[in-house]
């Protein structure tokens, strides 16, 4: 069953070219419903000016990204990264985000386990914060290609489980199918995720075969070999029915014509999620 548009929502970092204005009246002119901002896209205007494009967009703001990259070698990196977090929770406040998502981080030569343990207890120590601003942290897991350095997270499984070692209403997982279609296990671990109540955010592209760039090569929907609409019927049959999320990182299609790149997202959303 193809999906509504009244679900669609666009990432900016999508439409890296893009300024938030005229971001915003690209994806209103695709029919989107929902924008989720990046970090990077606040910069240029400045919190309150961003905010008040937002807030006269009609967009719903589904999320801010990104937090996270709490794995350190020192007491100090750990204690800056918890203060930016800090921060990326109160400009989600401010813009009307409910919804910060974690890109985990990892050191090279730091033993997974204690990444993820630094990580669980990093989640831990943001939650009063993030309660008290109302905002909710999803566990991105990012695939293992990045564990050296960019996640320790990297199967829906290891996000659930500090999800449920938490159990905070406050923490709950992001399924982007770019870093999750692999895995074997990934039907099971996206139907746990709906019995922890977890399921905060859905993000959608493609993988392009061969991929040329680890990080920004990543395909519209419909352009390489994820089962997309599988993964979105498994993740609907869990309870998840929130915005779907496009969030696509190439060096390509950053070089196009951005308006008829997003008349291309929105063809291909409905054709293939």
């Known amino acids: 069953m193809q999906a509504p548009l ?16 005229a971001a915003i009246a690209g994806y209103q002119g695709i029919g989107a419903s929902g924008i989720t901002v990046w970090r990077d896209a606040l910069l240029p205007l400045g919190l309150a000016e961003s905010k008040k494009h937002l807030a006269g967009s009609g967009l719903s703001v589904v999320s801010l990204c990104r937090g996270g990259f709490f794995s350190a070698v020192t007491e100090v990196d750990r204690q800056k990264a918890l203060d930016d977090n800090r921060r990326a929770i109160d400009e989600a406040a401010a813009i009307g985000a409910p919804l910060v998502v974690l890109v985990c981080g990892a050191v090279p030569k730091m033993p997974l386990a204690e990444g993820r343990k630094q990580i669980a207890d990093a989640i831990a120590a943001l939650v009063p914060h993030a309660a008290g601003a109302g905002v909710k942290l999803g566990i991105e897991p990012l695939h293992p290609m990045y ?36 895995d074997e296990r990934l039907e099971t671990e996206i139907a746990r995720s709906g019995r922890l109540n977890a399921i905060f955010s859905f993000h959608v592209c493609d993988w392009r075969s061969p991929t040329r760039d680890m990080l920004n090569d990543r395909g519209v929907m419909g352009e390489g070999c994820i089962p997309l609409r599988q993964i979105r019927g498994w993740v609907e049959q869990a309870g998840f029915n929130g915005m779907i999320e496009v969030e696509i990182f190439s060096n390509e299609l950053w ?10 997202i929105r063809s291909a959303y409905l054709e293939h999620v």
């Open 6 to 21: 009244s679900r669609l929502c666009v990432h900016t970092i999508t439409t890296k070219p893009l300024a938030l204005p």
């Open 147 to 182: 564990a050296d350095s960019r996640s320790a997270v990297n199967t829906l499984g290891q996000a659930n489980d500090i999800v449920a070692e938490l159990a905070s209403p406050q923490v709950g997982v992001t399924i982007d199918v770019f870093h999750v279609w692999w």
């Open 255 to 264: 070089q196009t014509d951005q308006s008829d790149f997003l008349r291309k």
